[in-house]
């Protein structure tokens, strides 16, 4: 496997712990179990919400949120985790 393909899968790894990050601390908000003035808890949200949202975005297009659960992050993931098998099997 090349280092371009192993380098792209390690992004992507990467790019789904902040789609696994992104879901939990959105929980945790709603829940009231990080307070929405912690300073670092916003920094993480910002970064997370720009890095994570555009993609989010386009599946709940297709897949609307059902009832109050969006099943957008976990679409996503699995995604990620398709594109990587596909990597990991032709490269």
């Known amino acids: 496997m090349g280092f ?5 899968i390690w992004l992507l790894e990467l790019y789904a712990a902040c789609v696994v990050v992104y879901a939990l601390l959105s929980w945790a908000f709603a829940l009231n179990l990080i307070p929405k003035t ?25 897949l609307p949120p059902t009832m109050t659960l969006d099943l957008s992050p976990v679409a996503l993931f699995v995604a990620i985790i398709v594109v990587q098998g596909f990597l990991r099997a032709f490269f």
């Not at 371009?4 to 792209?8: C, E, K, M, Q």
């Open 4 to 8: 371009v393909v192993r380098f792209v």
């Open 38 to 62: 912690q300073p670092v808890a916003l920094k993480v949200w910002d970064f997370l919400y720009k890095a994570v949202e555009p993609a989010l975005a386009r599946i709940r297009v297709i």
